[in-house]
């Protein structure tokens, strides 16, 4: 799939070039005798714009290609219009998506629109201008929609009267979307330059918002798979109930509770449906005594975040979660396992799940013992702070505690 878009972006640019280039060589067979101060400001011109240009492609194509995990939609239709609007010098600019369910466009990302203009738009196929060139794939260009019926009708707002032109953004020859860019007062046209290189913007828009989509797609994927995994191993491990699931609720708020990044706190989730994986390699016999373990029992119990770690580190993807999943029996003070580390050495996904999975085992039956009672949980992670769990952890899952879990219905 990168391949295909890298091609693509290549025979974009290349296109560009080609036509810079044309209008370059023709410029340098004029003859010199008069004019040569406007040829060379037009020069500098030309030049610049396509260094504008390169910079708007590079700038959407690293957010496809590098950042597609880490960026939400609307920023990235945000990006677009700021770059379009920079691209051609305009002050106003919208970006305007198809809803499937409702059957119409909206506005999704815009520059120096009012909220009342956004909030009004709501646009049918072929219905105004953005409608028509939705409907029709092709770019339509209003001199003046002040007494354009089909575009006040459908945008109508008095505040808008400036020359604009609407862009199908387009998939597989399938529109999903229109970006409408106003033509600043300073200008009396869009130019040649302006129009092609914001079908290339449209167009490399469009390619990195399905790069966009198709990791969306296989992030559910690998979503679905975890929680099936965790249903596993919560089967085999009958007296835990819910416990993966509680504990990725729980794992998401205290993440955020700790200021992690979005892409950070996904994988925190997978670690805490996740971490108990590695059971499956245990002897089932073993999960459910009621009796105190043996040495020989224990040591085998303590092989499963290796286990863990073995089914998933294969997993490109879930590299992060296996190495979380790998330490969450590490304690704070160097005293757990596999490896002893210590503090700052566990990742911090790790530590997060420790809290919770320790937390989770205090308030679930057991088949050695009851569950024990909230008052008394508390009471072991504060003692085990600084010991077994990380200090700041603890003190931000007991503030969540207090204030957010109580109630069953949020734990």
């Given at each position: ?46 030049w ?16 496809g290609?590098?950042?597609?995990g ?7 239709y ?6 379009a ?16 369910e ?21 646009i ?19 001199t ?15 505040e ?41 913007l449209a ?82 016999v ?5 009796g ?6 224990y ?12 089914i998933?580190?294969?997993?490109h ?19 757990g396992y ?7 050495e ?13 937390w ?13 009672s ?8 504060e ?21 957010e879990w ?6």
């Amino acid at each position: 799939m990168t391949s295909y878009i890298l091609a693509i972006i290549i025979a974009l640019l290349l296109a560009a070039i080609g036509f810079l280039l044309k209008q370059l060589y023709a410029m340098k067979l004029e003859k010199p005798a008069s004019g040569t101060e406007e040829r060379n400001a037009s020069l500098k011109n030309t030049w610049n714009k396509f260094d504008e240009l390169l910079t708007s492609l590079l700038t959407i194509h690293e957010i496809g290609i590098i950042n597609a995990g880490d960026i939400k939609k609307e920023d990235f239709y945000q990006t677009v219009v700021e770059s379009a609007c920079e691209l051609i010098r305009s002050t106003r600019g919208s970006l305007m998506v198809y809803d499937d369910e409702l059957k119409e466009l909206r506005i999704t990302a815009s520059k120096n629109t009012s909220k009342e203009v956004i909030d009004s738009t709501h646009i049918k196929p072929g219905q105004g201008i953005a409608g028509r060139a939705f409907q029709t794939g092709e770019t339509i260009f209003v001199t003046d929609p002040e007494h354009n019926t089909q575009y006040k009708d459908f945008i109508g707002k008095e505040e808008q009267k400036e020359p604009f032109i609407a862009i199908p953004l387009k998939v597989k020859d399938k529109p999903f979307g229109v970006l409408n860019l106003h033509l600043s007062r300073e200008k009396e046209s869009f130019t040649d330059y302006d129009l092609k290189f914001l079908t290339l913007l449209a167009g490399e828009a469009a390619i990195t918002l399905e790069n966009i989509k198709l990791y969306e797609s296989i992030e559910n994927f690998y979503l679905e798979m975890v929680q099936t995994l965790a249903r596993v191993i919560d089967a085999k491990d009958s007296y835990t109930g819910d416990h993966a699931g509680r504990a990725r609720r729980k794992a998401r708020q205290l993440a955020k509770e700790l200021h992690m990044p979005e892409q950070m706190i996904k994988y925190v989730e997978y670690a805490a449906l996740l971490h108990d994986i590695g059971k499956i390699g245990i002897d089932g016999v073993i999960l459910s005594k009621p009796g105190r373990l043996s040495t020989e029992e224990y040591d085998e119990i303590k092989k499963h975040p290796a286990i863990g770690y073995q089914i998933l580190s294969p997993i490109h993807f879930l590299g992060p979660v296996a190495q979380m999943v790998l330490y969450h029996q590490e304690w704070y003070n160097g005293m757990g396992y596999p490896e002893g580390l210590k503090g700052e050495e566990i990742p911090l996904g790790a530590r997060i799940v420790a809290t919770i999975d320790a937390w989770d085992a205090m308030m679930s039956d057991r088949p050695y013992r009851k569950a024990l009672s909230r008052e008394i949980g508390i009471s072991e992670l504060e003692k085990g702070a600084g010991k077994q769990f990380d200090p700041q952890v603890v003190e931000a899952f007991l503030k969540l505690e207090h204030k957010e879990w109580q109630d069953p219905g949020k734990g």
